[in-house]
C-alpha cells in the first residue's frame, strides 16, 4: 500500500459522535485526547453492550443450565470467534482470553519459559520493548540462568536487523518484540524478524499493544507463535486482552494458574487439565468485558483497518511536520514506518511541564518514560513528550496541539 | 506570620486568578523561578523523593526549634509547588507544622496536582516535610550556620 497517494474515505467527524466522552470540555476547552497510546477511549457499541450484558442477561458463563448462563457464555463465545477472524488464527482454541498484553507475556513466560527454556539458552527482545515484555523475560532467565539479548536500535528508532542477525544463535529459543513502540511508534519488520526467528529454531512472541488498533494483524501469514492484543487500546474495555498461541504450543504448555473452569477432573491426588482453550483460562473472566470487547472489534472491522490506518498516518505526517518545525522541538523516533505516535522533547524543558501545561489547556497527552526505561536510557533521554492518534482525532485537534505548545514553551523556557 | 495567614495570603494570590487554569500553572512556573537555590550540600540522592514523573529533593534543617527547609526540582511546576509549601512551612514551629491543616491547596483548586501520588510527589513533599520534622535528618550545626 502506498500511503502516500491512498487516501482515508474515513471522516472523523462523523466517527466522534460515536464517542460521547470526547464531547466535553477540560478545564474551559473542549477536551483534545492524544493519549490513545496507553487507551483508547470508548464508542457507544462497546459502552452500550456493557450496559446490556448487566441489564439483561449477566451470569456466569460456561457451568449453568439456565436461559441467562446459556446467553451470557453464547455472548462470550462469540467474541472468541471475532478475535480469531480479527487476526485470522487457524482456530478458536488458539484464543485465550486475558487481561491484556502484560497478563499475555507473563503467562507465556511462565508457562512456555519456565517449561521450556533451560539453563545456557538464549531470549531476545529488543531495545524498543515496554516493561511488560522485559521484566517477565528477566524473571525467565534468572530462573533458568539463561542469558537475555536486546537487539540494538539505529539512531531513527528502527531495529538493526544485522544486529538481530548477529545475536541468533543455536541457544536462542524465544524473541519477544513489540509490533509497534509504544514510545516512538517505529512499526518493526516483524515479519522479517519472525522468518528469521523461526529458521534458526526459536519460538517468537509478538506484543501488539500498539497495534491492534492501528495495523491489520494476520498471525498466519505472519507465522508468529504468540501474538498479545489489548482491548482496551482498540476502543474496547480493560482489563480484557488475547493471547493468540500456535496449538501445538499452547497443547505443550502447562496451566498458567489453577481453579475452576481449567480443570477437566479434580480429586485430592490429582488434576486432570481442560482442553484449549480453558486450560488456560482459570476462574470467572472479566464476562462482560469481553462480551463488549467484540463490538470493539467490529468498529475497527467497519470502519476499515486501511481506512484507519491512512487517516492516523495523515494526522502522524501533518503532526510531525507542524510539532518537527516548532522551535527548541525535537522529534524522537523517526522511523520511516510509524504507527500514530509523535514523540519528542523541548530544549530546557521537563517533558512533565509540558504535559501539565496543555492539561491546562483542556489536551491530553502523556509525558514521562513511557514505560521505557530502558530505551529512555540507550537515547539519552530523561522521558518524552508523547502524542499519539487514534481514528477519532482531527487535524484541527493537531493545531491545538501545536497552538499550545507555541504559547507555552516561551512561558516554561528558562 | 502563623502558618494559617500565610495560607491565607496563598488563598487570596491565587483567588485572584479566578481559577482559570492556565493562569494559576503560570502562577505556579513563576513561584517555581523564584525559589531560592538548594545548597548543593543538601542536593543529595539521600534527599530525593522519588515521583514518577519528576525529582525533588528536600531537605530539612532546625534551628532555635523553627523548622527551614531547601527543595529543588527537575521540573518547574514541582519547584512552584514545593515553593508554596516553604512559603508556608519556613521558620515555624515543629508541632505547629505537624498539626496544621493544608487547607490552601483545596481552596485554591490545587487538589489536581495531590490526586494521584504518582503524578508530581506533592503528597509526598508533604509527607517528607512532616516526616522530617518528626525524625530530622542530621546536618552539622556549622552546615546550618553556614546556611541561615
Not at chain 1, 514521562?368 to 492518534?389: D, E
Amino acid at each position: 500500500m502506498n500511503v502516500i497517494d491512498a487516501v482515508s474515505t474515513l471522516n472523523a467527524e462523523l466517527v466522534r459522535t460515536e464517542f460521547p466522552l470526547l464531547d466535553q470540555k477540560i478545564n474551559g476547552r473542549p477536551l483534545v485526547y492524544l493519549d490513545n497510546a496507553a487507551t483508547t477511549q470508548k464508542p457507544r457499541p462497546v459502552i452500550n453492550a456493557l450496559a446490556d450484558y448487566y441489564l439483561t442477561y449477566n451470569a456466569n458463563i460456561h457451568r449453568g443450565v439456565h436461559t441467562l448462563a446459556e446467553k451470557a457464555t453464547a455472548a462470550f463465545e462469540e467474541t472468541r470467534e471475532t478475535a480469531r477472524a480479527f487476526i485470522n488464527a487457524a482456530s478458536v482454541e488458539e484464543i485465550i482470553f486475558v487481561r491484556g498484553v502484560t497478563e499475555a507475556i507473563n503467562l507465556v513466560a511462565s508457562s512456555y519459559g519456565l517449561t521450556f527454556i533451560e539453563e545456557g539458552d538464549e531470549i531476545i527482545i529488543s531495545a524498543l520493548e515496554h516493561h511488560s515484555n522485559i521484566v517477565p523475560w528477566q524473571w525467565v532467565c534468572k530462573k533458568r540462568k539463561a542469558k537475555l539479548k536486546i537487539i540494538p536500535i539505529h539512531e531513527s528508532g528502527e531495529i538493526d536487523i544485522e544486529g538481530f542477525c548477529s545475536l541468533l544463535t543455536s541457544r536462542t529459543k524465544l524473541v519477544a518484540i513489540g509490533h509497534a513502540s509504544n514510545s516512538l511508534g517505529t512499526i518493526n519488520p516483524v515479519k522479517e524478524i519472525i522468518r528469521l526467528a523461526r529458521a534458526s529454531g526459536a519460538v517468537v512472541l509478538i506484543d501488539g499493544a500498539q497495534s491492534g488498533a492501528h495495523v491489520d494483524i494476520d498471525v498466519k501469514d505472519l507465522d508468529c507463535d504468540f501474538y498479545c492484543l489489548s482491548a482496551h487500546k482498540m476502543y474496547g474495555p480493560t482489563g480484557v486482552g488475547i493471547l493468540y498461541g500456535r496449538r501445538k504450543l499452547l497443547d505443550q504448555m502447562p496451566p498458567y494458574q489453577g481453579g475452576g473452569e481449567m480443570i477437566m477432573e479434580v480429586t485430592y491426588e490429582h488434576t486432570t487439565y481442560n482442553d484449549l482453550p480453558y486450560k488456560f483460562e482459570a476462574g470467572t473472566p472479566g464476562i462482560a468485558d469481553v462480551v463488549a470487547f467484540r463490538f470493539a472489534m467490529e468498529f475497527i472491522l467497519q470502519l476499515g483497518r486501511e481506512n484507519i490506518f491512512l487517516h492516523e498516518q495523515d494526522l502522524l505526517r501533518y503532526a510531525t511536520a507542524k510539532v518537527g518545525e516548532l522551535p527548541f522541538v525535537t522529534l524522537i523516533g523517526t522511523a520511516s514506518e510509524k504507527v500514530g505516535v509523535l514523540s519528542f522533547i523541548v530544549d530546557d524543558i521537563h517533558p512533565f511541564d509540558i504535559g501539565q501545561m496543555l492539561d491546562a489547556r483542556g489536551i491530553a497527552v502523556r509525558t514521562g518514560h513511557h514505560c521505557t526505561q530502558p530505551l529512555m536510557k540507550t537515547l539519552g533521554i530523561n522521558g518524552t513528550v508523547r502524542a499519539s492518534f487514534a481514528v477519532y482525532n482531527t487535524k484541527s485537534e493537531v493545531d491545538e496541539l501545536v497552538d499550545g505548545l507555541r504559547r507555552i514553551i516561551p512561558i516554561l523556557r528558562p | 506570620m502563623t502558618i494559617d495567614q500565610i495560607q491565607d495570603e496563598i488563598v487570596d494570590e491565587f483567588a485572584a486568578l479566578n481559577g482559570d487554569v492556565e493562569q494559576i500553572m503560570c502562577h505556579i512556573v513563576g513561584l517555581g523561578r523564584s525559589l531560592p537555590a538548594m545548597p548543593a550540600i543538601y542536593k543529595v540522592d539521600h534527599n530525593l523523593i522519588r515521583g514518577c514523573h519528576s525529582k525533588v529533593w528536600l531537605a530539612a534543617a532546625e534551628r532555635t526549634n523553627l523548622m527551614h527547609f531547601f527543595a529543588d526540582s527537575d521540573t518547574i511546576i514541582s519547584k512552584g509547588l514545593v515553593c508554596l509549601l516553604l512559603r508556608v512551612f519556613n521558620g515555624q514551629d515543629r508541632n505547629d507544622i505537624l498539626n496544621t491543616d493544608l487547607y490552601f491547596i483545596k481552596r485554591n483548586h490545587l487538589g489536581r496536582f495531590v490526586g494521584t501520588k504518582r503524578s508530581n510527589g506533592f503528597y509526598a513533599m508533604i509527607d517528607q516535610i512532616k516526616y522530617s520534622v518528626i525524625d530530622r535528618p542530621g546536618a552539622s550545626p556549622e552546615v546550618i550556620t553556614s546556611i541561615l
